[in-house]
Structures are given as C-alpha cells and as structure tokens.
Nanobody, 123 residues
Framework: QVQLVESGGGLVQAGGSLRLSCAAS????????MGWFRQAPGKEREFVAA???????YLADSVKDRFTISRDNAKNTVYLQMNSLKPQDTAVYYC?????????????????WGPGTQVTVSS
C-alpha cells in the first residue's frame, strides 16, 4: 500500500515556474514507477511525465521542453519541475505510482493516486 500527497501547486503568471512535490508513504517507494498526470475542467486525465525505478524518464510531447521529472528515493519523493508555464497548463495535477518496471502513459496502469494539487496559470 502506498499513500501519495502532492504539494506545490498554486497560481502563477504565464512564463513562470512551479515545482510540484509528491511525498509517498511506505518503504517500497523505490520499487515503483512514478507518474504525473493532469486534468483540466471538462477534459480527460492526461499523462504528463513518468520516471521508472531505474530512472528512465518519459515526458509528454506537450511539456517535453519545459517540464522535468525527478525522484529522491531517500526522501520518498518525486518532483515535477514546470518552467515556461502556459495558461493551457492549468489543471489539477495528480501523482501516481505503478508497479510496472518501465514508465507508462496509461492511467489504468497506476495503482495508487494522490488527491491532486491545483495549478493555475494566468495570462
């Protein structure tokens, strides 16, 4: 069982930056692939970034040149650094954990989810 809690969301102007954090409970954090997803009002949840337990990274094309994902297994935490934010990045951002070895973009492959944190980018 893994419990996840996101933090770091907020209101930022276009072009600004935010760093999201996701703290995980449990002693097996290092064995999970970790992912970030987002969901805007009226839209489906979409993949943003993932990092496997070996450190392999996969980023969505829409954020590839602006966002980075990293993890600190000693702190049981995964991060999403978001730069050059755009109004279309506005969404609730969710952290998720998957028992798969490699990064995956499919929400159904993630077994554990955090409650989400709101990110709002003003123009």
């Amino acid at each position: 069982q893994v419990q996840l809690v996101e933090s770091g969301g907020g209101l930022v102007q276009a072009g600004g930056s935010l760093r999201l954090s996701c703290a995980a409970s449990g002693r097996t954090f290092s064995t999970y692939t970790m992912g970030w997803f987002r969901q805007a009002p009226g839209k489906e949840r979409e993949f943003v970034a993932a990092i496997s337990r070996s450190g392999s990274i996969y980023l969505a094309d829409s954020v590839k040149d602006r966002f980075t994902i990293s993890r600190d297994n000693a702190k049981n935490t995964v991060y999403l650094q978001m730069n050059s934010l755009k109004p279309q990045d506005t969404a609730v951002y969710y952290c998720a954990a998957s028992s798969l070895m490699g990064p995956t973009t499919r929400p159904s492959m993630y077994q554990y989810w955090g409650p989400g944190t709101q990110v709002t980018v003003s123009s």
